[in-house]
């Protein structure tokens, strides 16, 4: 198993362009998620969908949408980028019935000029 | 909504001694509690974790216990190694709301030979 994976691994975009960052799992997890990580402020909640058809906002949504594709995808999109979007995306999955444990993707680092 | 402070953001320990770090939470409805370890570069990785209805759990040189009466629950690690030398994240989650997890700002911890 591959558990989550993630593309791209890195990205530069110009202010103002787009760009979607895919997620996917193959472990049959009900929950994803998506988040930021920027230096000393942890990882911040952007979206989650604890089933497929759901998506629901966390705690920094502010600029982003998400679209749960299927069961094993669960993609970000960023509409018109900007500089304050610059850092690390990380996507999560978990089974929510039988586990707590979210299990995190390597990661994606966006700049944005 | 859900707040997680933590200290100290920076730790530096000789090798053999313990480490400890320390979360607190806000919202007292919180009742899954887990430690992420992360290296440079690398995605976040679980260590440990705790439900809210037991005080303390232990694995090797690795335990958290948790005081749900005063809403903190801290990380103590026994003999530390330099492998032991990352960033360590403590979040906290609501069962009923997805799993989604709030994160504390991270602690560096340096495991000096």
């Known amino acids: 198993n591959a558990g989550v994976t993630q593309t791209p691994k890195f990205q530069v975009l110009k202010t103002g362009q787009s760009m979607t960052l895919q997620c996917a799992q193959d472990m049959n997890h009900n929950s994803m998620y998506w988040y930021r990580q920027d230096p000393g402020m942890g990882l911040r909640l952007i979206y989650y969908?604890?089933?497929?058809?759901?998506?629901d906002k966390g705690e920094v949504p502010n600029g982003y949408n998400v679209s749960r594709l299927n069961k094993r995808e669960f993609s970000l999109r960023l509409e018109s980028a900007a500089p304050s979007q610059t850092s690390v995306y990380f996507c999560?999955?978990?089974?929510?019935?039988?586990?707590?444990?979210?299990?995190f993707g390597p990661g994606t680092r966006l700049t944005v000029t | 909504g859900e707040n997680v402070e933590q200290h100290p953001s920076t730790l530096s320990v000789q090798e053999g001694d313990s480490a400890v770090i320390k979360c607190t939470y806000s919202?007292?409805?919180?009742?899954?509690f887990p430690w992420y370890k992360q290296e440079l570069g690398k995605r976040p990785q679980l260590i440990i974790d705790?439900?809210?209805?037991?005080g303390e759990k232990k694995d090797q040189r690795i335990a958290v216990t948790l005081n749900k009466t005063a809403k903190h629950f801290s990380l103590h690690i026994t003999e530390t190694q330099p492998e032991d030398s990352a960033v360590y994240f403590c979040a906290a989650s609501k069962g009923n709301q997805g799993g989604k997890l709030i994160f504390g700002q991270g602690t560096e911890l340096s495991v000096k030979p």
């Open positions: 999560a999955s978990r089974e929510l019935r039988s586990s707590y444990e979210q299990y």
């Open positions: 919202d007292s409805a919180s009742n899954y």
């Open positions: 705790i439900r809210s209805n037991v």
């Open positions: 969908s604890a089933s497929e058809g759901t998506t």
